[in-house]
């Protein structure tokens, strides 16, 4: 075999993007070998993913390492771990005095991993597959602040927590001025190859991994035979002519890379017809080949993207439509999204088209970008909004980004115009029978008024009309559109669960108790100005519900009227209403403003727990009472006006919330108007101040202090006011005092004697064992 020299280091120089080149040798342990490949004997490769005046941008074909990104606690690339693991020992050990006086410092680094934009715009889909999830250096999810980026073993990118074992995949800038000037004649190959006039006549049998030189541009008959240790080959962009199951005796061949595609034998479903087919569509760039759609256009895309080809892109237009829909029914979303992100097949001749084939395939990954594309290039019209929340029906987000573009468009009293428009002309209303009506709606008459008792249609859409002949529809019954209802059948549950709109007519008093809870797709529901009345749990369980405006003849918010309703982030309640109701807005996780009335007098127990976005309130002066765990799990509240006039609060209705914290490291008693609603956990003595009359129940539990001194004005403890506070020996309590709690010292088992004023008291009568 005649001697191939690979490049000198001076001409690094004539590579272009997409290129491969060896630079560097490592050699990893035989553990991590095994979970990330790395070849015998470390001999580092690289692709080209960016080229400069001054620079080239190379990426590591393989993983050298399996580690974490960082153990600590700050998830920054430049006091992580795996930067001074490739900075120190990688650098040092892989690449000689020569490779590295090509390498050229950015940014502090001589070697960097990707940031997640790199990693998106700069390699293809295939060769970001590599069997384990690699690092980048790029922050992670938003919410957990140890995430770090990371490329998934599918080629997408991800997170993962920094201290989780990943595959490092290093990347180097090499300088191209000093790699002008330089001089070496080192050569970095072997005799593996037979080369002559371009033609490749043979390769080394034992060779597991062939990079063919870039002058070969014709494979001749038998180049590849005897090489059964072969498992992958990576031929040159300048490649003429390619022979016909050229690999057929490389029984243990994988892949097969050719201008910047990794191309997986497991992947195609004749291995030896469709490679051919491939490469010679690359080489060629005739799109037009007859073979297995889906391998043809996955290619197509992932060669298109990577070198941007004119004919290619021609191609790609005249087929997007179709190529959209071979896509979804391989599932291949990511495809298609890097298309569209393209922002050169899109059309407007062609956007609503492709809108109704994903919605009606159901293929809603891609929806958020071709609805911004309508937004741009085409305006929408209101039966195209409804059809595509018709799709949309049961995904929350997908149908709440319809009504947002809807909203956008369209005003509430165009939307009212345009729907009494359709329905008239779709039923002719002024012609609807009682019976016509029936078809669509169970419905009482009482005293000369219509209650809707329950819902018997399909739409998803709802209207209820003002009049049913020619009584006027005053209420919405118990349970109407609600699949809560016990015996509910299946069929009826999965009707009222799909329903994403409702609008009331202008003659509705009353909403019934249960009325709408468990419609978890609602999204929006008018209030007309003559509703004055909402039962208990009218709303619970609507997931989907964004906006809820209460009528402001309310006067009051009743038990569970809109508890559960996740996606709900502000509430006004109106001025006439003077109470909210027990678990009120309970389990609000998406509430961060609620906006109470100057009238209010009665906040009962749970009305805002788990409510955990909610950051700040004001409660009303005119407020007297807080029930039960009122704020209990609001964990960002750490804002809350109280007024003067609060004279009741229950037990931990301020408990478990950011406010309640701050203020117990501020003072080891917290004290509203007079009352003791909590208490340090860590103080040994607690002397209650001057002015306080109430303690309230648990506001001590689980104490360790061993002393409290009571003042004289105390008039009231409350049950288990001091519960499990074993520390506490001896009770002094003032004369005054008008009320213990049964059970106020329950469990303080070191308590020896009570003392009233100057006298004794039984212990019998405090229950404390």
Request: charged letters at 30%; aromatic letters at 10%.
């Amino acid at each position: 075999m005649r001697k191939i020299r690979h490049l000198k280091f001076r001409d690094v120089v004539t590579l272009n993007v997409g290129d491969m080149f060896w630079f560097g040798k490592y050699h990893i342990n035989s553990t991590v070998n095994f979970l990330i490949g790395l070849p015998d004997p470390g001999k580092l490769v690289w692709r080209i993913i960016e080229k400069t005046d001054d620079h080239i941008f190379a990426l590591s074909y393989h993983l050298v390492d399996y580690a974490s990104f960082s153990k600590g606690k700050d998830r920054k690339w430049e006091v992580s771990e795996a930067r001074k693991w490739l900075n120190e020992e990688f650098y040092e050990n892989a690449f000689s005095e020569e490779e590295k006086n090509l390498i050229k410092t950015v940014k502090k680094d001589k070697v960097t991993l990707l940031t997640k934009k790199e990693a998106e715009t700069l390699i293809s889909v295939n060769d970001k597959k590599r069997g384990v999830d690699w690092w980048l250096r790029s922050a992670g999810s938003t919410f957990y602040d140890r995430d770090i980026a990371v490329v998934n073993k599918y080629g997408c990118t991800d997170s993962t927590m920094m201290s989780s074992a990943c595959g490092i995949r290093p990347a180097i800038y090499i300088d191209l001025k000093t790699a002008e000037r330089y001089g070496s004649d080192e050569e970095i190959n072997t005799d593996d190859y037979d080369v002559e006039n371009g033609v490749l006549y043979g390769v080394s049998k034992n060779l597991s991994e062939a990079f063919i030189p870039g002058e070969v541009n014709k494979i001749g008959v038998v180049a590849f035979n005897g090489c059964s240790l072969l498992t992958r080959v990576v031929l040159p962009d300048g490649l003429k002519t390619v022979q016909p199951s050229m690999f057929f005796y490389c029984k243990n061949m994988k892949s097969v890379c050719f201008k910047g595609l990794e191309i997986e034998l497991s992947d195609l479903k004749d291995p030896d017809r469709d490679l051919d087919t491939i490469l010679n569509m690359l080489i060629t760039n005739d799109f037009t080949v007859e073979c297995d759609k889906y391998l043809k256009y996955r290619y197509l895309t992932d060669y298109f993207l990577i070198s941007g080809n004119i004919e290619a892109k021609e191609y790609i237009k005249s087929e997007f439509p179709k190529m959209v829909n071979t896509f979804i029914k391989a599932d291949d979303a990511e495809r298609i999204c890097s298309l569209v992100k393209t922002d050169q097949f899109i059309e407007k001749k062609n956007v609503n088209k492709l809108l109704t084939t994903v919605f009606e395939k159901k293929y809603f990954d891609v929806v958020p970008m071709l609805l911004e594309y309508k937004d741009k290039l085409d305006k929408f019209k209101y039966d195209e909004t409804e059809k595509y929340l018709k799709y949309a029906s049961g995904n929350e987000e997908i149908t709440a980004l319809v009504l947002d573009y809807r909203n956008k468009y369209f005003s509430d009293e165009q939307l009212e115009e345009i729907r009494t428009e359709i329905f008239e002309k779709k039923t002719g209303l002024a012609e609807m029978t009682e019976k016509d009506w029936k078809a669509i709606f169970s419905c009482k008459t009482v005293g000369g008024n219509i209650t809707i008792s329950k819902y018997k249609g399909d739409d998803t859409v709802v209207t209820v009309p003002d009049m049913i002949g020619n009584k006027p529809v005053t209420a919405i019954g118990t349970y109407a559109f609600s699949p809560d209802k016990r015996g509910t059948k299946a069929d009826d549950k999965e009707r009222f669960k799909k329903i994403t709109s409702v609008h009331l007519g202008k003659n509705i008093t009353e909403i019934g108790d249960h009325a709408f809870s468990g419609c978890s797709a609602l999204i929006e529901i008018n209030t007309p100005e003559s509703l004055n009345t909402i039962g208990k749990c009218a709303f619970y369980g609507c997931s989907s519900l964004k906006e809820y405006i209460f009528p402001e003849k309310l006067d009051i918010v009743e038990f569970r009227v809109l508890s559960a309703c996740t996606s709900i982030e502000e509430v006004r309640i109106p001025e006439g209403v003077t109470e909210i109701g027990e678990n009120a807005f309970e389990g609000n996780t998406g509430m961060k403003k609620i906006e109470l009335n100057s009238g209010l007098k009665r906040i009962n127990h749970y009305a805002f727990r788990y409510c955990s976005a909610l950051a700040e309130i004001v409660i009303p002066d005119g407020t007297e009472h807080l029930g039960y765990s009122v704020f209990d799990g609001c964990k960002v509240l750490k804002d809350i006006s109280l007024p003067k006039s609060i004279t009741s609060i229950y037990n931990g209705a301020l408990k478990n919330n950011a406010w309640i914290t701050e203020q117990l490291k501020k003072h080891p008693v917290v004290v509203v108007n007079g009352i003791v609603v909590e208490g340090s956990k860590d103080a040994d003595e607690v002397v209650i101040p001057d002015g306080v009359t109430v303690i309230t129940g648990n506001a001590f539990e689980k104490c360790r202090i061993k002393n409290v001194v009571f003042p004289e004005s105390l008039k009231v403890i409350e049950n288990f006011a001091f519960y499990n506070c074993s520390g506490l020996s001896e009770i002094r309590l003032p004369a005054g005092i008008s009320e213990v709690g049964k059970y106020a010292f329950n469990g303080c088992t070191g308590i020896h004697s009570i003392m009233k004023g100057n006298e004794e008291v039984k212990l019998s009568e405090f229950a404390i064992r």
